[in-house]
């Protein structure tokens, strides 16, 4: 099914809106995180974790300039390079020049990919990525560059994405040591025979699901990309947990290890895009059903009535946000994977779309990072998630203009959907 045409082609401005505020406002933004990187909001929230009614007291001030005055970030923290937007700029530029034929978008998405080499972390043998800061979190303080297989499978695809375009073996060798940092340098733990759980990092002993997927979806493709079977019997083991950890009613708490119970939207299509690209590669048994259980558990708990994105299902503590823009660029992505197989898909892929391009597209170009309880958050945050539906959005205008399929959608292997698939592979 198609989009109507009117929608594409406002999707179409908001993309070369989108470019044109890029250009004005650069590479480097403020984060979400910005409140909690410093150390005096660091040790807040150290204190907020280990004691939430004396923390409460010490956060309380970043949570209200965070829900009524989120400029504010500013002074906390200076605007820096977010890795993880620079994958999602990579690949999107990549989009556009897969769409286009426009040379300046391949030259732009390999520029972001120059500016991941830069920002690679040090002290490490292979090519692994985290975040430009200290980051504070209920297992304790993860210092600036660490490397997080939250992060580092984004930046994978993005040099992936290029290389499949260009061909350029300064690419392929990255991919190459990406897939080893990603097979290797994570602890992992046998939970029973056939399931394994790995590492948020490699110095911790967390049992994150989503994060699991990311290794088991990253490991999966670059067993396909590298001709590396042995990636693929990695990626089962955590594939194999991701499956066990699924609840009765189809959905994932964020963790397993007694320090995340909640249930939130973008995480929750962080964990279903992972399994349908594992689903469409390998076909294995459980994915499938895995996916139609989740989506079924998306549809009735975290949209609403309008069929928008609601942030949780079961949240950790008090939210001061109504909507997030992070929960949308998701669902598009998920939207586009699942859309043949899952037919309410396309219903929640054209909603989507009309709400982000008349509510939260600014007059700049670029997009409402929140909606809060008492008007928007309008500060615009690369890593949270400009970056994000900028990809979505190209990814859009790929499938329905450039008539390709989306990358690793969920059609089984040898099917045909009526386009053709964009190559991902050498």
Same mark, same amino acid.
């Given at each position: ?25 650069? +590479? ?37 300039? +965070? ?7 500013? *002074? ?5 390079? *977010? ?26 998405? /390999? ?51 290029? $290389?499949?375009?260009?061909? =350029? ?6 991919? +190459? ?8 340098? #994570?602890?992992?733990? +046998? ?8 590492? $948020? ?37 955590? *594939?194999? $947990? ?14 397993? =290890?007694?320090?995340?119970? #909640? ?16 689903? /469409? ?17 998306? #549809? ?30 998701? /669902? ?34 670029? #997009? ?26 190209? *990814? ?31």
């Amino acid at each position: 099914m198609t989009l109507n045409s009117k929608l594409v082609t406002q999707t179409e401005q908001a993309v070369h809106d989108f470019v044109a505020w890029l250009d004005r406002f650069g +590479e480097v933004s403020q984060d979400h995180q910005d409140y909690y990187a410093w150390p005096i909001g660091r040790w807040c929230k150290r204190q907020y974790y280990r004691n939430k009614k004396y923390g409460t007291f010490l956060v309380a001030p970043f949570v209200f300039c +965070e829900a009524f005055f989120p400029r504010t970030r500013g *002074l906390f923290r200076k605007k820096t390079r *977010l890795p993880i937007g620079d994958a999602h700029y990579a690949m999107a530029f990549c989009y556009m020049h897969r769409l286009t034929g426009n040379t300046p978008h391949h030259d732009r998405a /390999a520029h972001f990919l120059d500016m991941l080499e830069q920002s690679r972390c040090p002290g490490y043998q292979n090519h692994a990525w985290g975040y430009p800061f200290h980051w504070e979190t209920v297992y304790g303080t993860w210092p600036q560059g660490t490397p997080m297989i939250t992060a580092t499978p984004y930046c994978y695809d993005a040099f992936a994405d290029v $290389y499949a375009v260009d061909g =350029d073996p300064r690419w392929r060798a990255v991919m +190459e040591s990406t897939a080893r940092h990603v097979a290797e340098d #994570f602890k992992e733990a +046998e939970l029973e025979p056939g399931v394994r759980v790995c590492s $948020y990092t490699p110095g911790d002993d967390r049992r994150v699901v989503n994060a699991n997927s990311y290794r088991a979806q990253m490991l999966t493709r670059a067993a396909r990309e590298l001709d590396r079977e042995d990636y693929w019997e990695i990626a089962q083991g955590n *594939l194999n $947990y991701v499956l066990k950890s699924q609840s009765p009613d189809g959905s994932w708490i964020y963790a397993t =290890d007694g320090l995340g119970s #909640f249930i939130d939207n973008f995480h929750t299509c962080f964990v279903l895009k992972h399994l349908a690209r594992i689903h /469409a590669l390998k076909q294995p048994p459980g994915v499938w059903e895995a996916i139609e259980k989740g989506c079924a558990y998306y #549809f009735d708990n975290l949209l609403d009535d309008g069929l928008l994105p609601i942030p949780f299902a079961k949240p950790p503590r008090l939210i001061v946000y109504k909507r997030e823009l992070y929960d949308y660029a998701e /669902a598009i992505n998920l939207a586009l994977l699942l859309r043949d197989q899952i037919p309410k898909w396309n219903e929640v892929l054209e909603r989507l779309l009309q709400d982000i391009l008349v509510r939260w597209r600014k007059p700049d170009g670029s #997009f409402r990072s929140r909606e809060l309880r008492f008007g928007w958050d309008h500060c615009p945050m690369h890593r949270w998630a400009q970056s994000q539906l900028f990809r979505a959005l190209t *990814l859009v205008l790929l499938v329905e203009q450039g008539g390709e399929r989306v990358p690793h959608s969920a059609l089984p292997q040898g099917a045909s959907s009526g386009v053709n698939e964009l190559s991902e592979s050498p």
